[in-house]
């Protein structure tokens, strides 16, 4: 399934460079437009991230001549910081990391970076938690004294993770951190090296699809008490059920948290260009569909809620005009 998904995000890559390699240009938004080089910076090549960007890439080269340039990369917190050194243009992030660089908490520990603004919320993202049930955990209070892989060092996951861990009284020396990209989570679990790993990502994920095809695995689930205890702490949380079926040998819908993965963009980008990225996006959602499962969550309502950066202005003019802003 790995190698499967891996295959066809690289075959959605390649147009896109021939594309701008030809420097051919096609129509986007209100008038004629050459084609633009647009550098979008998602995430390691099993996660989510990687595989829509590449999805969603593809359908904006065609219907805008807007090439989009898949960059793999360490998410959420790098992705930011890439678009402040003008190294990528656009971006996909966590909505609760883009809340923490502009007002510099956090993961940015007193560095406020501003240089960046929404374009809009895309899919639900589930913090997955997946266990070796054969190591005895069942709930996430089991994994007290666990190996556990909480994502890269200073990753929106890590975050996550410390938030999760902490609302069931579980600190930082309690149990023994690696800090491990969700691929190598995987395989460092499949090969029984750590007991459970955090997964923040668009459910179903391909690593964890990919270990479940082998490996006995288990979602763990955020019951009720402990999600509004910490929903109430950090309210960018929501409750999220991943369905049944997502991966093998888990049939039953397991309740989680999520927040949003967002799609954001440098103001350099001028505002056209971010009005036809916009407009493609939620006027393709089928087609985006096919592509990938996640293009089903597109919704101008939901992507206009929960954002708290100011919208590019390209952005902005495409929801007034469909009235998902005011």
Known sequence: MMKKTAMVAALLVVPLVMALASGGGQKAGSGEKKAERLRLATGGNTGTYY?????????????????????????????????????????LVQND?????????????????????????????????VADPSKGIKTIADLKGKNVSVGDAGSGVEFNANQILAGYGIGPNDFNRQNLSFGASADALRDGKIDAFFCVAGAPTTAVMDLAINKTITLLEIDDAHADAIIKQYPFYTKLAVPGNSYRGNPT???????????????????????????????????????????????SGYAVSGISVPFHPGAEKYFKETGALK
């Open 51 to 91: 595989a829509y960007g590449s999805a969603f890439g593809q359908i904006v080269q065609n219907k805008t001549g807007i090439s989009v340039i898949i960059q793999s990369t360490g998410a959420s917190k790098a992705n930011i910081q890439l678009i402040q050194a003008g190294e990528v243009e656009i971006a």
């Open 97 to 129: 990391v883009m809340d923490y660089a502009y007002k510099g908490i956090d993961l940015f520990n007193g560095q406020k970076i501003t240089d960046f603004q929404a374009v809009a919320a895309l899919y639900a993202e589930a913090c997955q938690v």
């Open 253 to 299: 819908d397991v309740q989680t948290l999520t927040i949003k993965a967002t799609l954001i963009a440098s103001p350099k980008v001028d505002a056209d260009t971010i009005y036809a990225l916009t407009k493609t996006l939620f006027e393709n959602k089928a087609e985006i569909t096919a592509a990938h499962i996640k293009g089903a969550e597109l919704e």
